[in-house]
């Protein structure tokens, strides 16, 4: 009796939560590059989220090769750890906590510090001092993130935009 109450336990559990998967308000295709000290990536990929949570997961080829899930931690293939921590290890170390999350949504960056919007729509963000020369645009279908100084790249377009690198 207890081994017919165990099991009909752990099928109730797997069905309320095992099967259980993240649904995002928000599921797009895009061509995504990705140029940080530890990643290197160039091909299509999709952004989710909702209010709360984005999700970039990366393709080549057809295959699934990584996923960056940020919530309330940012999770890689590696692990999971905080937002701060990600910038610090992916990005650099005097970025904001919300760097990423941003830049992938298309939000201001740097509490929106050096923001330009020109008269086509588009957003710039210039930010420039000794430990960084960043130039962030975003509308348009584009979303293109530079700093010249860390060699750092992050870019996402819609995929029926094709436009020439910069």
Not at 3 to 14: A, D, E, P, Q, R
Not at 30 to 39: R, Y
Not at 75 to 100: I, N, R
């Amino acid at each position: 009796m207890q081994k017919f109450f165990i099991l009909w336990v752990s099928i109730l559990v797997f069905f309320f939560t095992g099967c259980s998967t993240k649904h995002y308000t928000v599921s797009e295709p895009k061509l995504i590059t990705l140029k940080t000290p530890k990643i290197k990536f160039a091909d299509t990929g999709y952004i989710r989220h909702d209010e709360t949570s984005v999700e970039v997961e990366l393709f080549t080829a057809g295959v699934a090769v990584e996923k960056i899930s940020i919530d309330s931690l940012v999770c890689v293939s590696s692990g999971c750890m905080s937002e701060e921590a990600f910038v610090k290890e992916y990005l650099y170390p005097d970025y904001p906590a919300d760097t990423m999350r941003n830049i992938v949504l298309g939000k201001d960056i740097f509490s929106g510090r050096g923001k330009e919007e020109m008269c086509d729509g588009r957003l710039f963000q210039f930010i420039r001092n000794d430990e960084m020369d960043i130039i962030y645009r975003r509308g348009k279908g584009e979303i293109y993130f530079k700093d010249r100084l860390n060699s750092l790249i992050i870019r996402i377009n819609d995929l029926d935009t094709n436009q020439s690198l910069p």
